[in-house]
């Protein structure tokens, strides 16, 4: 599965389009064959910030160290608003070595500045992975993770419908992160993925505070093959436009 990864990425990378030295109209192969998908790493990751969602419905973007950020769902511009306490995790065993966890995001990028430092409710002080690469074409990103210290090879691909001549299913209201994990090695590792979402209905999108936030919880839901969490919010009367998300 590894090397089926690497020659796709190798692929997408350095697919390039060679014109013909001739007049329009173009040939069939130029019209279909696009430029080579850009990549980011390092400082410029900072700048990144690719949106997620429906045609309509708000988005939430993700971020070039594959944070979840500018979460606007809200009604409202939502440019550097962020949930507390949201993020992916990962938990590495391999056969005969020590355990590893990490926030599943590149680490922190300067600058480390604020009114009271970094912001304790994004957890700036769990350890994060070394370096992450970022790629986009809309509507899907890449963000490929570097860590010398975990024992597995980490990616995740996000995209949201995006069908030419279909509005309703191109006007889903939803977001979808798939994560793939790889063991280079010969030796065993046990893996496990977590996901922490805070429940922000009721919120306006520029406070999080009890006189916005109605009683939320956060429930595990099962039916059938599917599991999901639901987040309901028992404060908020269910017709109101703040009662769900």
């Not at 173009?26 to 400082?43: D, H, S, V």
């Not at 949106?51 to 419905?57: D, R």
């Amino acid at each position: 599965m590894c090397r089926f990864i690497c020659l796709c990425t190798l692929f997408l990378g350095v697919a390039t389009c060679f014109s013909r030295t001739r007049s329009i109209p173009y040939g069939r192969e130029e019209l279909y064959c696009g430029p080579a998908i850009r990549t980011f790493t390092g400082p410029a990751l900072a700048q990144v910030a690719f949106p997620l969602g429906g045609i309509g419905t708000g988005t939430v973007s993700l971020g070039g160290r594959g944070e979840l950020r500018d979460w606007e769902i809200f009604n409202r511009p939502g440019k550097g608003f962020a949930l507390p306490f949201t993020f992916f995790a990962i938990y590495a065993n391999q056969e005969g070595g020590m355990p590893v966890a990490r926030t599943l995001e590149r680490r922190l990028l300067p600058p480390y500045t604020g009114a009271f430092g970094l912001p304790q409710n994004q957890q700036a002080g769990v350890a994060r992975l070394h370096e992450a690469v970022f790629r986009g074409e809309y509507p899907f990103a890449w963000v490929e993770f570097r860590d010398g210290e975990l024992p597995v090879q980490v990616s995740l691909e996000a995209w949201n419908p995006f069908i030419p001549h279909e509005p309703a299913d191109s006007g889903l209201p939803v977001a979808i992160l798939t994560w793939k994990v790889a063991n280079p090695t010969q030796r065993r590792v046990l893996v496990s993925l977590a996901a922490s979402l805070f429940n922000p209905v009721g919120t306006d999108g520029r406070e999080l505070s009890g006189k916005t936030l109605g009683g939320n919880l956060n429930q595990y839901v099962e039916e059938g093959a599917s599991a999901a969490s639901s987040c309901p919010s028992p404060g908020w009367m269910p017709k109101t436009s703040a009662s769900a998300t």
